[in-house]
């Protein structure tokens, strides 16, 4: 069924041991699994910057300080007792798409599938930092993680912000729980921040201390990382995620090229889509350039993705599917992708090259 | 903390980006999770060939049939009622190291991480094919997953057999558990084959046929695929696990570069061991090609890894720490290894560079 003479297409540049042993440690989120309305644990995304820390869970305590009027510290069975929300959220990594860039910019070399959509439970931050009584001129919440390493010579513990006016959103949790059971190590156990509609890189994993702050926030992860940088302008903030859609690459594939093949006819053509920044209102799909509208299932949640579907009559030849989403705040995905230096916020188009043969 | 001019290491030949696409997809151990005795679900290693396949669970059988008196299908509740066996048991990925041989032979580019050690829950395989009675002239047993794709100009079917004597074997399982519940669908859900001691392409998922053969069975699978192939020899089968040891990389870490630092004194470096041919008798320590002696723990279990310690005093400057098992039948570790084609069976020493600074 295969060409005599096939090549695979060389990563340019030449992708590293070092990105690929980051590759094999953050994990993406096989394509066909949106077939499940919640991904899966073991099929979920994982972006971990440095290692998973060693935590002593009997010893594990939040603390909650800075610009407050009552610290406070609590321990798992302290949040397990205060109210529970349990809520699908899809959650993406701002890096998503990065070695699809060109050139490639260097690091963690994610194509299309740092993706999952979990069920998370968890107690609403806000009524967390109400009962330390935050004071009146707090600007920036700080959440750090238990996890320690260097990144552009900086020695750190991760650490995020959040303005006052996002941390104390109703839908941002303390989260427990992941698809009914406890955490496991590398989502954050014991606890992690969960900020549905941002990046990843929000949902600060192993959380140890929440600080209050009264002056902006200056850290590593905060100021110099997350930008939409070009040459020594750093540039915007990457915050909520922008609109996608992914479609699930039909037909069958073959090792290791990962082309696909299928039969003449009739196909139904399966993806989900989301944003950041509202709920989809739309989602086209392109054969060979023409686009036409897929049909849109009901959202998973308020914050989870959308299923769609296209009825394809797939006739001989190959093919190139594509597929993009477009929100209620009017916001859709680019068929060429401005550049940045680290490599985020890619929402390219996908395309998916398909062989239509008996 | 970082020397200013740090280069990336390239692949070479240059990774492919259908090669990155099967990295991301078929995942790795981190390897800081040898800190668990038994590896949790979300990050034990996967290899899938194709596709994860979309199975109809209420639709799905086994049917046990072929070179038997008398051909059965069975549900899983039926499985579930037979006698039930749990035991830990390591699997490895047959191409685990496959980037580190040079040339880099083209597929999975695994480096180490293809391991993983779970609690497995199944019944006995050698009872159902005694409920099924092979015939006397039975050579082979021949098992089948629903996953279909092309390898090698075959569209096939996930085909892999055992010789007679080797799946009446007690320990092999109808696994329908995994870490205390059912299979998740990227592990082969709702049942697989388990073969304790073999690489891991023997335990076939998403098991839907079992046929007793009375010749040697010719599938792709197993006689193109898997072999120690130079040239057009195709060599040897891959069967059991070779003996490897591998350390948990001490220190923190940088992004992206995956350097290790750690301040001088003493620590403690950890791994885990494990051979299908043994139990593990020995695991050594080499510290700038100076080899001692670690400390072993108590293994897992029968089919499961054996921890290790070993206590460093660690001195200024950069180091090469290195370790190699040997098992009670006296195989060890190379430390150069033997090229082929395919890339299987990699278990050379594993080297960890580290640098210790105050």
């Known amino acids: 069924m295969e060409p005599a003479e096939i090549a695979l297409t060389p ?93 490639r910019p260097e690091g963690q070399p994610w194509l299309h ?35 320690i390493g260097i990144q552009g010579d900086v020695r750190q513990e991760y650490q995020r912000s959040l303005a006052l006016e996002d941390a104390t959103r109703e839908e941002v949790l303390l989260a427990y729980e992941m698809n009914g059971r406890p955490l496991e190590p590398q989502h954050g156990a014991p606890l992690r921040l969960l900020v549905p509609g941002w990046y990843g890189m929000t949902s600060v994993k192993w959380l140890t201390r929440i600080e209050a702050l009264t002056r902006p926030f200056d850290g590593f992860q905060q100021q110099a990382a997350y930008r939409m940088q070009q040459g020594d302008e750093l540039g915007a903030y990457v915050t909520r995620m922008a609109a996608r859609a992914l479609m699930i690459p039909p037909g069958i594939t073959d090792y290791p090229f990962r ?78 992708q401005e550049w940045n230096a680290q490599g985020l916020g890619n929402n390219l188009v996908q395309r998916v090259v398909v062989h239509v043969q008996r």
Chains 1, 2 share one sequence.
Request: glycine letters at 10%; charged letters at 25%; hydrophobic letters at 40%.
């Open 259 to 336: 082309r696909r093949y299928l039969a003449p006819g009739p196909v139904s053509v399966r993806g989900r889509a989301w944003s950041g920044y509202g709920p989809i209102v739309r989602v086209e799909v392109g054969v060979d350039g023409a686009w036409s509208d897929a049909k849109l299932d009901e959202a998973v949640g308020r914050y989870a993705w959308r299923g769609w579907t296209f009825d394809w009559d797939a006739t001989d030849g190959s093919h190139e599917l594509s597929c993009r989403a477009t929100d209620e705040a009017g916001n859709s995905q680019p068929l060429d």
């Open 113 to 147: 599938e740092a993706i999952g959509t979990a069920e998370w439970t968890g107690t609403p931050l806000r009524h967390v930092l109400e009962e330390a009584g935050l004071a009146e001129d707090v600007v920036d919440v700080v959440f750090t993680g238990a996890d």
């Open 11 to 103: 990563t340019d540049p030449a992708l590293s041991y070092e990105e690929l042993e980051l590759a094999f440690r953050n994990r993406g989120m096989p394509l066909e699994a949106m077939r499940y309305d919640i991904t899966p644990t073991g099929m979920h995304y994982l972006l971990i910057h440095w290692d998973i820390p060693d935590l002593d869970l009997s010893a594990w305590r939040l603390s909650v300080g800075g610009a407050v009027d009552r610290p406070i510290e609590l321990t798992l069975d302290d949040l397990r007792r205060r109210p529970a929300v349990t809520m699908p959220v899809t959650m993406e990594c701002a890096g998503n798409g990065r070695a699809r860039f060109s050139p």
